[in-house]
């Protein structure tokens, strides 16, 4: 029976970060994982084949649209579908082989299975080569899968998830989509560059929920100009395949008939059949395993948790920053995660990002606090490349100026986020932006010019 100072449950953004982190730590490490190719959720089906794509389309729309404005004639423009869909997966596999690797590099045990759990400091590799082993300690890192919704009938070809999104064999020429959270528009985005009637349907009022509401109106009032059509306050009652032809059902609205239906109403955590039930790991209502945030500890001593699995953003970067926290804990070391300070990003095309809190969380919970805005249109790098749309807006605390919040609609967001989410780490105050020298022409100048804003002393504007 193979003895280990850590088994890995799971090898995503968290549980291959963890390994790594604790390999270096000097720890003897295993992983478990059930797919062929490491990564995860994210790498295989998830971040990275999604803005492979994202990348790909929007070249595509450029050249169909754009790129006249800056003098580039082009003629005869066509989508190769095959090809972008082709390089999508290249993108994939190298990355997962470079993580197999790094496996390698950091002398990190890999078993191919599933992991189950069945008794402290002992897992299950089921599959074809079934093995159990030992471990000191236990980190769960399973992540999380496409929830489902109550009459919508998923074929895993006309219907499906993410997954099956990703891979569309041509172009649809009528996508609904429900549910308009970040999967949703994006993957949206992507087959409407592509020529494909888009109509996203939404339980809420709004588009991205959680999101800034400010920044969320008008990344949806931007979206709206290039061919999403929104219904918003649609309660989805079905979806089924009919004659070949999907229709959806809607609770008061004639049916939608359409080619093909993206779900993304959320996700679940793969906290099943891992063995927690036998163990009795506490989990709350919706399946998230209850931790000790200070350790990552499960209410089992010496079974660890991070990632999609626990209560939280459902981010990779923030499953990263658990896995090297945990890690860096279970060696004695300080274990701690900022949660004010992770960033979250949609790739839509302006991107939209944000760290922080937004401005109706500060309202609910009674902090005063000063805005800055400054729009993109009074930055002379956005007049340069033709990237205007948009705007920064830093929210900072009204009696000791300490950034709270900064919510980014624009050009290359998901990049300027960076420094505002330094500048939260660190505590700095809305006024250590503004004397912070920003090169000139930059996007990033408009984070200064907003947080001059936040002062009402904007220089550009």
Same mark, same amino acid.
């Given at each position: ?30 992983? %478990? ?89 002992? &897992? ?27 009459? @919508? ?43 494909? $009637? ?33 219904? /918003? ?14 229709? @959806? ?26 063995? /927690?039930?036998?163990?009795? &790991? ?26 999609? +699995? ?7 970067? $923030? ?6 926290? +945990? ?75 300490? %950034? ?38 930059? /996007? ?18």
């Amino acid at each position: 029976m193979p003895e280990h100072d850590l088994v890995v449950i799971g090898a995503g953004p968290g549980g291959y970060v963890a390994a790594i982190r604790a390999a270096q730590l000097g720890m003897n490490v295993a992983c %478990v994982e059930f797919e062929n190719a490491l990564g995860g959720t994210c790498l295989r089906i998830g971040c990275i084949p999604s803005k492979a794509l994202l990348e790909a389309s929007e070249l595509y729309r450029m050249a169909q649209h754009h790129l006249a404005e800056f003098g580039v004639g082009v003629e005869g423009v066509k989508l190769d579908l095959a090809t972008m869909m082709k390089r999508k997966d290249g993108v994939v596999s190298s990355l997962t082989n470079g993580i197999a690797g790094l496996f390698r590099k950091n002398k990190i045990t890999r078993y191919l299975g599933r992991g189950r759990i069945v008794a402290p400091g002992k &897992v299950a590799v089921e599959g074809t080569q079934p093995i159990e082993l030992t471990a000191k300690k236990i980190l769960i890192a399973t992540g999380s899968r496409s929830a489902p919704l109550k009459g @919508v009938e998923i074929d895993g070809s006309l219907i499906g998830t993410s997954t099956e999104a990703l891979a569309y064999p041509e172009v649809p020429k009528h996508l609904v989509v429900i549910g308009a959270g970040v999967i949703g528009l994006e993957l949206g985005c992507v087959w409407a560059r592509l020529g494909s $009637k888009v109509t996203v349907l939404e339980y809420l009022d709004r588009i991205l929920p959680g999101m800034d509401t400010e920044i969320a109106t008008e990344a949806q009032k931007i979206l709206q100009k290039q061919g999403l059509e929104f219904r /918003l306050g649609m309660r989805v009652t079905g979806a089924r395949v009919v004659n070949g032809k999907c229709v @959806v059902e809607c609770d008061g609205q004639a049916p939608i008939e359409c080619d093909r239906v993206l779900l993304a109403v959320g996700r679940l955590p793969n906290t099943d059949d891992i063995g /927690l039930e036998k163990l009795n &790991v506490a989990r709350n209502q919706r399946g998230f395993i209850t931790i000790d945030p200070h350790s990552f500890e499960t209410s089992i001593p010496g079974i660890y948790a991070i990632g999609d +699995c626990v209560p939280g953003a459902m981010l990779a970067h $923030k499953a990263e920053e658990e896995g090297i926290a +945990c890690a860096e804990g279970m060696a004695g070391k300080y274990c701690h995660v900022n949660y004010d300070a992770i960033p979250g990003v949609v790739y839509t095309d302006p991107e939209i990002a944000s760290v922080g809190k937004t401005e109706e969380q500060l309202k609910d919970s009674g902090i005063p606090y000063r805005k800055g805005i400054f729009p993109f249109i009074a930055n002379g790098r956005a007049k340069a490349i033709g990237r205007t749309e948009g705007r920064v807006k830093i929210l900072a605390h009204a009696e000791t100026d300490r %950034v709270l919040g900064v919510h980014i609609i624009g050009a290359h967001a998901g990049d300027l986020i960076a420094e505002a989410a330094a500048a939260i780490e660190f505590g700095a105050s809305s006024e250590d932006i503004a004397r912070t020298s920003h090169a000139h022409p930059t /996007l990033a100048e408009a984070i200064k010019e907003a947080a001059f804003a936040v002062d009402g002393r904007t220089i550009h504007l």
